[in-house]
Nanobody
Framework: QVQLVESGGGSVQAGGSLRLSCVAS????????IGWFRQAPGKEREAIATIYTNGVTTYADSVKGRFTISQDYAASTVYLQMNSLKPEDTAMYYC????????????????WGQGTQVTVSS
């Protein structure tokens, strides 16, 4: 399995921006797809963006047009640029990796980071 470490979370006001980073211990067949997920208190974990090794991306409707997922192979890092943040974006954000194709479902991912908290105030 691949080890993942997230960073970049914090507290911002509505309308602000944050960039999350997910550093992978190595890119192997177990990390063909990297996804960003979030979980708010009392809610289920939801997928918000995925990126496959060929660069194909998928976004949840709730973040489309505001969030951008990208990858830097040289740095073994996947980023999540979050713009126009809203209070409802407040959650713990996780990155995760899986082998094979991307699926927009947390249960399909086998390796998870520890999470980074994002808090958006109104």
């Amino acid at each position: 399995q691949v080890q993942l470490v997230e960073s970049g979370g914090g507290s911002v006001q509505a309308g602000g921006s944050l960039r999350l980073s997910c550093v992978a211990s190595r890119y192997t067949d177990s990390a063909k797809c990297i996804g960003w997920f979030r979980q708010a208190p009392g809610k289920e974990r939801e997928a918000i963006a995925t990126i496959y090794t060929n660069g194909v991306t998928t976004y949840a409707d709730s973040v489309k047009g505001r969030f951008t997922i990208s990858q830097d192979y040289a740095a073994s890092t996947v980023y999540l640029q979050m713009n126009s943040l809203k209070p409802e974006d407040t959650a713990m954000y996780y990155c995760a990796a899986k082998s094979g194709y991307c699926y927009f479902a947390p249960e399909r991912f086998s390796s998870w980071g520890q999470g980074t908290q994002v808090t958006v105030s109104s």
